[in-house]
T-cell receptor, first 114, second 112 residues
Framework: EAQVTQNPRYLITVTGKKLTVTCSQN?????MSWYRQDPGLGLRQIYY???????DKGDVPEGYKVSRKEKRNFPLILESPSPNQTSLYFC?????????????FGPGTRLTVL | AQSVSQHNHHVILSEAASLELGCNYS??????LFWYVQYPGQHLQLLLK??????LVKGIKGFEAEFIKSKFSFNLRKPSVQWSDTAEYFC??????????FGTGTQLKVEL
């Protein structure tokens, strides 16, 4: 089944404790991205990747890192999480980046930083 | 910079009522426009998209949207909503860059 998976689905952590949220897709998609969803703010893009080893900042990259060593994986790294990073995170992928491609979203990761 | 505005944050309708959700965008060049839906507890999924041709676009589940370039709008419509349409709806835009920008979303509740 074609899908985007994220792990963990739920995470409660404390300020400053490094964490990684994994994202994997099995559709051989070139483009992958991370979003955070906050009430009243909608979905905001954190980082995106056009292909392996090609990443760039989205609208809200501060406090996050990403890497794209393999085509299928695009982990989101919080080196020193803070309470303002408490949010619902979505990973998404699309076949390529032509501006018209449909984004396929993962199930989301609900992160709480205490 | 590109931006998307969704002015209706919460909409409550009765079953069989007609729906129109507003979406306005800001971008000076050619745009591609999307509507995504997030049903309770589910992934976001594409409802419909516009990138060229007929400005009236039909999507899944009886939804349609009309691109009006002069008004910078891409409103979502459905003639008769069902309880199962209860969800959050996001309008999105891609312009000249490499990213998809979303609006803040509209929470639709359909009452029986």
């Amino acid at each position: 089944e074609a899908q985007v998976t994220q792990n963990p689905r739920y995470l409660i952590t404390v300020t400053g404790k490094k964490l990684t949220v994994t994202c994997s897709q099995n559709m051989n998609h070139e483009y992958m991205s991370w979003y955070r969803q906050d009430p009243g703010l909608g979905l905001r893009q954190i980082y995106y990747s056009m292909n392996v080893e090609v990443t760039d900042k989205g609208d809200v990259p501060e406090g996050y890192k990403v890497s794209r060593k393999e085509k299928r994986n695009f982990p989101l790294i919080l080196e020193s999480p803070s309470p303002n990073q408490t949010s619902l995170y979505f990973c998404a992928s699309s076949l390529s980046w032509g501006g018209t491609d449909t984004q396929y979203f993962g199930p989301g990761t609900r992160l709480t930083v205490l | 910079a590109q931006s998307v505005s969704q002015h209706n944050h919460h909409v409550i309708l009765s079953e069989a009522a007609s729906l129109e959700l507003g979406c306005n965008y800001s971008y000076g060049g050619t745009v591609n426009l999307f509507w995504y839906v997030q049903y309770p507890g589910q992934h976001l999924q594409l409802l419909l998209k516009y990138f060229s041709g007929d400005p009236l676009v039909k999507g899944i589940k009886g939804f349609e949207a009309e691109f009006i370039k002069s008004k910078f709008s891409f409103n979502l419509r459905k003639p008769s909503v069902q309880w199962s349409d209860t969800a959050e709806y996001f309008c999105g835009l891609t312009g000249g860059g490499n990213k998809l920008t979303f609006g803040t979303g509209t929470q639709l509740k359909v009452e029986l």
